[in-house]
T-cell receptor, first 114, second 112 residues
């Protein structure tokens, strides 16, 4: 079956713009979480969604937001982009919430902010 | 808070050498422990996991044992291959939560 699909794979934005990234989980998976990966900070947890509800949020400013739709697809949005937002954004899906199942990661969306 | 510490890389080995990547953790409870691998240009793949003390996770020749007394989960492989070249991440997850806390990653370079 298809894996976790993230779009777009690559994008370039300028400071002050906003960006929306999309994640389609594995069919049947209802939980989606997002991570930011940078050379300096490593992998940092952004949010976790289950059944359209945010269950957990990492320590990021309010410019970072997300949502989940009824078909379990998720989007994350970053407004007023800063140079430091340049990163690989990874989405992961699992069958259920909590720690009961394996997380499957997508290949990520690489954002460059100029 | 909860955290994971990994050895600095890169780790450079010749093919068929023995591999150890050290990982220790700090947690307020009893986490599940994981090793993930990231190949160039790809996302993360689960390599192995252990959910309680003294459990041994294994996959593709890699092994790691959950040691509560030393709060460690060191990754080992008896004979590495060039295809094992990648970045390896140690991570923990607390009971009831999906959030993974990752170490900084260790790059492994295997030469023929």
């Amino acid at each position: 079956k298809a894996g976790v699909t993230q779009t777009p794979r690559y994008l370039i934005k300028t400071r002050g713009q906003q960006v929306t990234l999309s994640c389609s989980p594995i069919s049947g998976h209802r939980s989606v979480s997002w991570y930011q990966q940078t050379p300096g900070q490593g992998l940092q947890f952004l949010f976790e969604y289950f059944s359209e509800t945010q269950r957990n949020k990492g320590n990021f400013p309010g410019r970072f937001s997300g949502r989940q739709f009824s078909n379990s697809r998720s989007e994350m949005n970053v407004s007023t982009l800063e140079l430091g937002d340049s990163a690989l954004y990874l989405c992961a899906s699992s069958l259920e919430a909590g720690n009961t199942g394996e997380l499957f990661f997508g290949e990520g969306s690489r954002l460059t902010v100029l | 808070g909860n955290s994971v510490t990994q050895m600095e890389g890169p780790v450079t080995l010749s093919e068929e050498a023995f591999l150890t990547i050290n990982c220790t953790y700090t947690a307020t409870g009893y986490p599940s422990l994981f090793w993930y691998v990231q190949y160039p240009g790809e996302g993360l793949q689960l390599l192995l996991k252990a959910t309680k003390a003294d459990d041994k996770g294994s996959n593709k020749g890699f092994e790691a044992t959950y040691r509560k007394e030393t709060t460690s989960f060191h990754l080992e492989k008896g004979s590495v291959q060039v295809s094992d070249s990648a970045v390896y991440f140690c991570a923990l997850r607390m009971t009831g939560f999906q959030k993974l806390v990752f170490g900084t990653g260790t790059r492994l370079l295997v030469s023929p």
